[in-house]
């Protein structure tokens, strides 16, 4: 499988290919780079922190399966919420239907309707093609990190909007605190007579 994420240090973009030897997650721009620990190794590696960190774990039980279907969190930013969705670019979809919408009001003007039908029913042909032979890619609510070539991503949940909505305010009050943080102390020293 390979991971599309932004680094969190320098927010550039990097796809990197993960193998079951793979060992770190690297930004190509800066180095950054982020170990990755699997679910299978977690009992050894981190024993120290199991009861910490993985009290979630005790009704899954999943140490069976492939190592693909074992990723239970994402390996950029360590959040277990991720959800499938189309690997189908927004912006194309939307490209070809305002492509179409300015096409066609151009022939519908010139009264040519078999082109203005034939140009709208074409748009359509293609956006559900699209939808249909694209696959589909796993997502990170938090960091946004997409993992392709994934197996088994059928049995995984869909996109929650509650899900997202709750990410969305828990990094919104991230920002707001670090703006709070960041700001210079400035006392208001009244002028001494
Ligand atoms: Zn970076
Ligand atoms: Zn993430």
Redesign the pocket.
Known sequence: MNVT?ACSECDQTTRQDIESTTLAVVCTSCQHSIPITRAGQAGSRDAGNRDAGNSGDAGDGSDTGEADNAMQR??????RE?YVRKDFSQRLGLTIVVAAMVLSSITWGFHWRYATYGILFFAALIDVALYFGVGNLLQ??????EYRGLAGLEEREAFSLETHEKFRQQAARLAEADAASAKPVVKSTPPTP
């Open positions: 994420f994402c390996l950029v930013c360590g959040c991720l990170c609510y938090r960091c946004r990190a």
